[in-house]
């Protein structure tokens, strides 16, 4: 374990990251099917994938209707549940015990890395160590995704990071990504307490993602006054709105229909 690495919980629960799979699928088709040079050999790694591996499993399956000899790996700080896991295991999955340096080998590029409800505690100042550690194996252009999610998987929200062509250059803070399935309504701030760790207690004045919240908001009372009520078109309806008061917010159909907001910052997330 190193010093970055501290002991979670392990709850997770079936189909939590469904609909982050479904986002995936969707948005980074290349990456995932891609096979020329190094390509062919690059994995798919879960890092900390709780007491049982059932996302992991959720998530190889989605990928592979993509790329079919997609090799996944697990990995888990807990030697217990990478024990466990390995019942699970075949020739394309595999399950190791590790941290955020990763147990790959030399051979073991990865494409897309993701850390889903890992940083729930230690220090926010750390969160660009660990991003910079995750992203290690990661072939140029390759994703890393960190965020977090409620239990039920009803709303998500994830960091998008991009490496870029300098392998000692810490990764690219290309996206956030919301999502919600509409069961608990629709309000800008329902995704507030579910942040990914470096951004969740910075949502006050004169930090980017409050203003970004705070345009967010007035869209989306906008949309409201106009007639849309009903939480999915109040969603779909505040998106072109918010639009057009914040650069980098997508409005993508097939995203805003499935309950999906992409804010590319200029410049990058701020941190
Ligand atoms: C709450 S579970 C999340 C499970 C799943 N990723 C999800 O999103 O539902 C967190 C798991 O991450 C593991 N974990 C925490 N820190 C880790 C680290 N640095 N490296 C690998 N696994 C870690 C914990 O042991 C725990 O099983």
Not at 6 to 14: I, P
Not at 28 to 57: Q, Y
Request: aromatic share 8%.
């Amino acid at each position: 374990m190193s010093s970055l690495d501290t002991q979670t919980r392990g709850r997770t629960s079936r189909g939590r990251l469904r609909a982050l799979d479904a986002y995936l699928c969707h948005a980074e088709r290349e990456l995932l099917s891609r096979r020329d040079g190094p390509w062919a050999r690059a994995v798919f790694v879960d890092v900390g994938f709780g007491e049982h591996p059932w996302t992991t499993l959720e998530s190889a399956e989605a990928f592979r209707a993509l790329q079919p000899e997609l090799a996944v790996i697990g990995v888990e700080l807990d030697a217990e549940r990478a024990r466990a896991a390995s019942a699970h295991a075949d020739a394309r999955t595999h399950f190791r015990e590790g941290g955020f340096e990763l147990p790959l080998g030399e051979d073991e590029p990865a494409r897309l890395v993701r850390a889903m409800n890992l940083l729930r505690q230690g220090p926010p100042e750390r969160v660009p160590e660990v991003h910079r550690t995750l992203s290690r194996y990661l072939l140029p252009s390759g994703l890393l995704v960190e965020g977090s999610a409620d239990p039920e998987g009803a709303i998500l929200t994830a960091h998008l990071l991009r490496r870029g062509p300098d392998a000692e250059a810490p990764p690219f803070r290309e996206a956030l990504l919301f999502h919600t399935d509409f069961r608990h309504g629709f309000a800008p701030l329902l995704f507030r307490d579910w942040l990914p760790r470096d951004l969740r207690r910075r949502v006050r004045p004169g930090e980017p993602i409050h203003a970004f919240f705070s345009e967010w908001d007035a869209a989306w009372r906008e949309a409201r006054a106009a007639g849309h009520a009903a939480p999915p078109d109040a969603f779909h309806e505040t998106a072109p709105r918010l639009a057009a008061r914040t650069g980098g917010v997508e409005t993508d159909a097939w995203l805003l229909e499935r309950g999906f907001l992409v804010w590319k910052a200029e410049g990058g997330v701020s941190p």
